[in-house]
């Protein structure tokens, strides 16, 4: 399995490439900027995308969505609760982010869906809370979180459908029930370390 996390743009964005080296398939989470750089390492490990898989709707996720669909043909993948979201964002929101409108989801997924690329399967975990349809991407020893939850930190609920005791459900309920040992990777740079576990969330995290 090929893993890269990718800090990109101006708001401290990770950026995933997820891909089966023996396939040559593969995905982006949150492709938010510097999507040639994306791609440029999608080569170097000889992966076609297939797939760009945003954990929720806010622009400063999808913002390379258009390029990258453009660039590689992929297909756009988001909860069906963020859907809408996904193509309404408002034109002063996208000039102040320099960003393209997004082009429509073309799969719209919820909880217990998955996605596979190669031999590798993502499991949709619905965690809303910091938007309604956030979604986490779960895959043996991994957990990709979006803006749910950061290294010793939470994602926030005062933008529009945000709700903490949403959010801290969507944790505690289906986050923290994953493996200890389950590596977190989260949708922002915001912590001390690039990634945490499940176990150190659950023993560290001042918000839970």
């Given at each position: 399995m090929i893993l890269r996390q990718m800090q990109v743009g101006n708001m401290a964005v990770f950026a995933y490439l997820l891909g089966d080296e023996e396939e040559g398939t593969g995905l982006v989470i949150d492709p938010a900027a510097d999507v040639e750089a994306i791609i440029d390492e999608a080569k170097r490990n000889n992966l076609s995308i297939?797939?760009?898989?945003?954990t929720h709707g806010h622009v400063?996720?999808?913002?390379?969505?258009?390029?990258?669909?453009?660039?590689?043909?992929?297909k756009i993948v988001i909860h069906e609760d963020d859907a809408d979201m996904l193509v309404s964002t408002p034109l002063p929101v996208l000039r102040m982010f320099?960003?393209?409108?997004?082009?429509?989801?073309?799969?719209?997924?919820?909880?217990?869906?998955?996605?596979?690329v190669g031999g590798i399967t993502l499991t949709v975990i619905h965690t809303p809370g910091h938007?309604?349809?956030?979604?986490?991407?779960?895959?043996?020893?991994?957990v990709f979180t979006g803006d749910t939850l950061f290294v010793e930190g939470v994602g926030r609920t005062d933008l529009p459908g945000g709700s903490w005791t949403v959010m801290l459900r969507s944790i505690e309920k289906s986050l923290f029930s994953l493996p200890d040992d389950t590596i977190v990777l989260p949708g922002h740079n915001y912590g001390m370390r690039a990634t945490s576990?499940?176990?150190?969330?659950?023993?560290?995290?001042?918000?839970?």
């Amino acid at each position: 399995m090929i893993l890269r996390q990718m800090q990109v743009g101006n708001m401290a964005v990770f950026a995933y490439l997820l891909g089966d080296e023996e396939e040559g398939t593969g995905l982006v989470i949150d492709p938010a900027a510097d999507v040639e750089a994306i791609i440029d390492e999608a080569k170097r490990n000889n992966l076609s995308i297939r797939y760009i898989v945003n954990t929720h709707g806010h622009v400063d996720h999808i913002s390379g969505n258009a390029k990258m669909k453009k660039m590689t043909g992929a297909k756009i993948v988001i909860h069906e609760d963020d859907a809408d979201m996904l193509v309404s964002t408002p034109l002063p929101v996208l000039r102040m982010f320099g960003a393209e409108p997004s082009p429509a989801a073309d799969t719209r997924v919820k909880d217990g869906d998955t996605l596979s690329v190669g031999g590798i399967t993502l499991t949709v975990i619905h965690t809303p809370g910091h938007s309604p349809g956030g979604i986490s991407l779960y895959t043996p020893g991994y957990v990709f979180t979006g803006d749910t939850l950061f290294v010793e930190g939470v994602g926030r609920t005062d933008l529009p459908g945000g709700s903490w005791t949403v959010m801290l459900r969507s944790i505690e309920k289906s986050l923290f029930s994953l493996p200890d040992d389950t590596i977190v990777l989260p949708g922002h740079n915001y912590g001390m370390r690039a990634t945490s576990t499940i176990a150190l969330e659950k023993k560290n995290n001042p918000f839970l």
